[in-house]
Structure formats: structure tokens, C-alpha cells
């Protein structure tokens, strides 16, 4: 048997590593060791795209873009770490369009707060170039209306 201990074995300087024959219990380190890269790659990736609820904030500004959708401007940070922050788009192929600018109409007139949950951050070519992106609400996303 055979311990590594840096590029050292039994005090003497090695020049390559593919000589060497892996103890069982260096063979598993090296696998957990990949295989703990591996998660900790993966997670990083899920928390890349995790969605988050953005801050409750009252609409200041709702704006309907062309025939793309809507933006509701006010103070409700940046839920998606898009470029833009402080509003939220939704586009007109959502599934529930007219129910979420009818409640975030209602916001507006009543000074109530929204909190809107945003999963993407993608671009709204109309305001800006491509690489800008805006949080923007999916059809798996959630609307609250509250004080």
C-alpha cells in the first residue's frame, strides 16, 4: 500500500501520479471529492434560475407595452437579479393576462400593495436592447394584493 501525502510518498519526491496505485480509502476520497463537485455544481445551476416574491409595493407607474404585455413600475427591488429592477412585466400570452392587470389595477386606484412571484428575467425589446433583462412573472407565478 501506498499513501499519498501531497507529491511526497514515504518522504520521497514523486514526479507523476499515474504510477501510483490508490488505496481503497484514497479511491473513495477522490470519488466523494467529484462526486461533492458535483452537487455543489448542481445546486449553483437551481439557484441560478430559482424564482423569489419581490417586495410589496405599491404600483406607481402601469404601463402597457404595444402588444407585448404590461409593466408595473414601484419600489419592489430586484426578486428575479434581472438588470432592471424595481418593476415587473407580464407578458399577454400569460395564462391569467386580464386577472393579474385587473388586480394590479385595483392596487393602483386603492394604494394597495402587490407582491408579485417572478421566475425569469427576460427581455422587453420595445424599452431596451436584448442583453437588458426585466422580472417577469411566468404562469407558475402568484400575485398578492395586500395593505
Not at 127 to 135: E, G, P, Q, R
Request: proline share 3%; glycine share 8%.
Amino acid at each position: 500500500m501506498i499513501y499519498l501525502s501531497g507529491r511526497y510518498v514515504f518522504g520521497k519526491q514523486i514526479q507523476s501520479l499515474s504510477n501510483i496505485k490508490f488505496t481503497h480509502n484514497t479511491a473513495w476520497f477522490y470519488s466523494m471529492l467529484k462526486f461533492s463537485t458535483f452537487m455543489i455544481l448542481l445546486s449553483s445551476i437551481n439557484l441560478a434560475y430559482a424564482g423569489g416574491w419581490a417586495t410589496p409595493a405599491v404600483p406607481t407607474h402601469i404601463e402597457i407595452e404595444r402588444g407585448g404585455g404590461f409593466f408595473v413600475l414601484g419600489a419592489f427591488g430586484n426578486a428575479g437579479n434581472c438588470t432592471k429592477s424595481n418593476s415587473f412585466y407580464v407578458k399577454v400570452d400569460h395564462p391569467q393576462y386580464d386577472k393579474i392587470y385587473s388586480t394590479v389595477l385595483a392596487a393602483y386606484m386603492a394604494g394597495k400593495k402587490v407582491k408579485p412571484y417572478i421566475h425569469s428575467c427576460l427581455p422587453v425589446t420595445w424599452h431596451s436592447v436584448s442583453s437588458v433583462t426585466y422580472n417577469t412573472m411566468t404562469k407558475s407565478g402568484a400575485l398578492y394584493i395586500h395593505d
